[in-house]
């Protein structure tokens, strides 16, 4: 009878972990599709806008493009970097480079010093993950430097804070197989934060599930960092002589949140993937779309955000919405995968 009943709280204790897991994955949310603004524009042949920055000086939007459905198949990608001058009616155009190895950028992060422009890119090529530096001058991305270390298992967004120094999610502790599944569906704390302080890279901060987007504080005071499969954003108060962290508040999300863009008002632009395990399927398959998400995250005090959803869509406008960029009354999404940016007029308040 004590076998039987083990059994039976075996059982049970399986049921509630895949019942808890879908629905932590939005399996059983409903999408009511409702967007406050109109999209204008829709700009395609950009594959995997997964990432995109703004110059707010000059209005340039840079994008990182992965074409990762051909990268699956073992087929060429012709993946690079591109930009759209957004108070000018040209088209989007893709940047040179001197580059002289593989490209395939995920997370990007423009920062201006002085009067130099860089564009710091995390690279995965088949020699290994990278951050690489560029310079940019007269629409080329002119190679500075490559960052590697073998802590940097998994990179998958930067934000440079200074001209040498940066922030690098790592989304998994393992690279591939079973225990990297594991951490998704079993949503294990094993991903992490490093800092690069010019010469060598140390773990900011650990224990994350599935740490994704990372960006500051317009007055750089302040780290945010989320947290797809734990659906949070983190807030830290940063040293900005050391690169030290602090946690001061962590504000649940119920969402896979995904890329952190923080417009000049010092809101903060999220997009993210309601139902995780559509994302899941689209990423596999180009005809299974995944519903879309734009959330926008007003600072109050240390109270955390006062959060507005500026977007949801089934997938049909956009399937697996990552990153959300606001410049003056527009708003510019992107995807993992399609070939789509959204341009969208936002509605006056």
């Given at each position: 009878?004590?076998?039987?009943?083990?059994?039976?709280?075996?059982?049970?204790?399986?049921?509630?972990?895949?019942?808890?897991?879908?629905?932590?994955?939005?399996?059983?949310?409903?999408?009511?599709?409702?967007?406050?603004?109109?999209?204008?524009?829709?700009?395609?042949?950009?594959?995997?806008?997964?990432?995109?920055?703004?110059?707010?000086?000059?209005g340039k939007l840079y994008?990182?493009?992965?074409?990762?459905?051909?990268?699956?198949?073992?087929?060429?990608?012709?993946?690079?970097?591109?930009?759209?001058?957004?108070?000018?009616?040209?088209?989007?155009?893709?940047?040179?480079?001197?580059?002289?190895?593989?490209?395939?950028?995920?997370?990007?992060?423009?920062?201006?010093?002085?009067?130099?422009?860089?564009?710091?890119?995390?690279?995965?090529?088949?020699?290994?993950?990278?951050?690489?530096?560029?310079?940019?001058?007269?629409?080329?991305?002119?190679?500075?430097?490559?960052?590697?270390?073998?802590?940097?298992?998994?990179?998958?967004?930067?934000?440079?804070v200074s001209a040498n120094?940066?922030?690098?999610?790592?989304?998994?502790?393992?690279?591939?197989?079973?225990?990297?599944?594991?951490?998704?569906?079993?949503?294990?704390?094993?991903?992490?934060?490093?800092?690069?302080?010019?010469?060598?890279?140390?773990?900011?901060?650990?224990?994350?599930?599935?740490?994704?987007?990372?960006?500051?504080?317009?007055?750089?005071?302040?780290?945010?960092?989320?947290?797809?499969?734990?659906?949070?954003?983190?807030?830290?108060?940063?040293?900005?002589?050391?690169?030290?962290?602090?946690?001061?508040?962590?504000?649940?999300?119920?969402?896979?949140v995904d890329n952190i863009?923080?417009?000049?008002?010092?809101?903060?632009?999220?997009?993210?993937?309601?139902?995780?395990?559509?994302?899941?399927?689209?990423?596999?398959?180009?005809?299974?779309?995944?519903?879309?998400?734009?959330?926008?995250?007003?600072?109050?005090?240390?109270?955390?955000?006062?959060?507005?959803?500026?977007?949801?869509?089934?997938?049909?406008?956009?399937?697996?919405?990552?990153?959300?960029?606001?410049?003056?009354?527009?708003?510019?999404?992107?995807?993992?995968?399609?070939?789509?940016?959204?341009?969208?007029?936002?509605?006056?308040?």
């Amino acid at each position: 009878m004590k076998k039987m009943w083990a059994v039976y709280v075996v059982v049970a204790a399986v049921i509630y972990f895949i019942g808890n897991t879908l629905f932590v994955a939005g399996a059983f949310k409903s999408i009511q599709p409702h967007q406050e603004g109109i999209t204008e524009k829709i700009y395609t042949g950009i594959y995997g806008a997964e990432d995109m920055d703004l110059d707010e000086a000059t209005g340039k939007l840079y994008i990182s493009s992965a074409n990762r459905w051909n990268t699956q198949q073992g087929l060429p990608a012709d993946d690079g970097i591109w930009v759209i001058d957004l108070d000018s009616t040209q088209s989007p155009r893709r940047l040179a480079t001197n580059y002289p190895g593989e490209f395939h950028p995920h997370g990007i992060s423009f920062l201006r010093t002085d009067s130099t422009a860089k564009l710091w890119v995390v690279n995965h090529n088949p020699a290994g993950n990278f951050v690489e530096v560029f310079i940019i001058k007269n629409d080329s991305l002119l190679h500075q430097r490559s960052l590697e270390d073998a802590s940097m298992c998994c990179p998958n967004d930067v934000v440079a804070v200074s001209a040498n120094q940066c922030y690098v999610t790592n989304d998994h502790g393992t690279q591939k197989g079973f225990k990297r599944t594991l951490e998704d569906y079993g949503r294990l704390p094993f991903s992490s934060l490093l800092y690069f302080d010019g010469k060598s890279f140390t773990t900011a901060y650990g224990g994350l599930r599935y740490g994704n987007g990372v960006n500051i504080s317009n007055d750089g005071k302040q780290l945010y960092l989320a947290e797809t499969t734990g659906r949070k954003v983190l807030t830290f108060d940063r040293d900005a002589t050391t690169g030290a962290l602090k946690l001061t508040n962590t504000f649940q999300l119920d969402t896979g949140v995904d890329n952190i863009d923080v417009d000049a008002n010092g809101h903060l632009w999220i997009a993210a993937h309601p139902k995780l395990l559509a994302f899941v399927g689209h990423a596999k398959d180009s005809t299974k779309k995944s519903p879309s998400q734009v959330l926008r995250l007003t600072p109050i005090d240390t109270e955390g955000f006062q959060v507005t959803e500026l977007m949801i869509d089934d997938g049909r406008q956009l399937s697996g919405s990552s990153i959300a960029v606001r410049y003056k009354d527009e708003l510019f999404v992107g995807g993992v995968f399609e070939p789509k940016i959204l341009r969208i007029r936002l509605k006056q308040p």
